[in-house]
C-alpha cells in the first residue's frame, strides 16, 4: 500500500552500508509505496560506480534543490550535519542518521531555526535505541531521573578521535568513556548515536545528564550490545521505578552499524514519512 501523505521524493546522503541498504529497498520498494529516490551523494563518488544509476548520483550536495527532494535522509558523518543540515532544511525534511551531531549546541540551534524558518522538520532515527517512545514519554511525565546507556563491542567496531583514539586496550574489557553523553559524541561520532538518540528522547536529561558508557570486548567480535537503565524518582516508600534493557545486535566484525539498525532504519524512513512536516526535531 502506498503511503498516504509526503514526502514523496527521496535523496540520501551517505553510501555507506546503511546507505546502500536504504537506496536498494527504495529502489526496489520506493514505487509501490509511493517513495521516489531521486539522488544519492557520496564524499567518494567512485563509491556509486555500477551501482548507483548515473542519474541519480549527485555530484554537488550544494545542488540538491535542483532535484526537488521532499525528504533528504543522512546516513553519511555527524559533519554532514554539522555543515550542511540547515541548508537541506531550506528545501526538504530531514532524517538525521548521525544524532551525535546535535551534542554540538550551536549545530542543534541551527537546526532547530532552519526547521521553523523554512518549516521543515528534523527527523532523528532511534537506530539502535530500544524503548524509544516509553523514554520519551517517562521524562514528559517528569518520571525520569536517571538514564545510562552502554555500548559494548570488539575494539574494532570502533571509529575514535580525539584523545580516545589513544586510549589502549587494557585487558579484555575496557571502560573506554563515562559520563556526560554530550563529551562521548565528538570522541566517538559514529559510534554514539544511540546514546545521543537516548537524550534527544529525554530533554529534561539532555546531553549533558544522559550518562553514555562506550566499552571495548574483546569477546564480542560479531555483535554490539546496548544496555539502557533508568531510574525514575523515590516513590513514597522509598522505592524507585527502574528498567533495565539489555539489547544484542548481530554485527559483522569491524561493522559500525548493527544488522537490526539497518532494519530499524529503514522502518525510521517510512515511519517519518507519515508524519507531519512540523517545525521542530521529532524521534522516528
Known sequence: MALDRVPRRVGVVGYGRLGQSLVSHLLTQGPELGLELVFVWNRDPGRMAGSVP???????????????????????????????????LR????????????????TEQQLREASHRWHHAVFVARGALWGTEDIA??????????????????????????????VPSGGPRTVLYEGPVRGLCPLAPRNSNTMAAAALAAPSLGFDHVVGVLV???????????????????????????????????????????????????RSLLGCCQLPSRPGIHLC
Open 54 to 88: 548515473p542519474a541519480l548520483q549527485l555530484q554537488n550536495l550544494a545542488a540538491l534543490g535542483e532535484r526537488h527532494p521532499d525528504l533528504v535522509v543522512e546516513v553519511a558523518h555527524p559533519k554532514i550535519i554539522q555543515e550542511s543540515g540547515a541548508k537541506i
Open 91 to 106: 528545501y526538504a525534511n530531514l532524517l538525521v542518521g548521525s544524532p551525535s551531531a546535535l551534542a554540538d549546541q550551536a
Open 137 to 166: 514519554r517517562l521524562d514528559a511525565a517528569g518520571g525520569l531521573q536517571s538514564l545510562r546507556v552502554t555500548m559494548a563491542t570488539h575494539p574494532d567496531g570502533f571509529r575514535l578521535e580525539g584523545r580516545l583514539a589513544a
Open 216 to 266: 571495548a570486548d574483546l569477546s564480542l567480535t560479531d555483535m554490539h550490545v546496548v544496555d539502557v537503565e533508568l531510574s525514575g524518582p523515590p516513590g513514597p516508600s522509598g522505592r524507585s521505578f527502574a528498567v533495565h534493557t539489555h539489547r544484542e545486535n548481530p554485527a559483522e566484525p569491524g561493522a559500525v552499524t548493527g544488522s537490526a539498525t539497518v532494519t530499524a532504519f529503514w
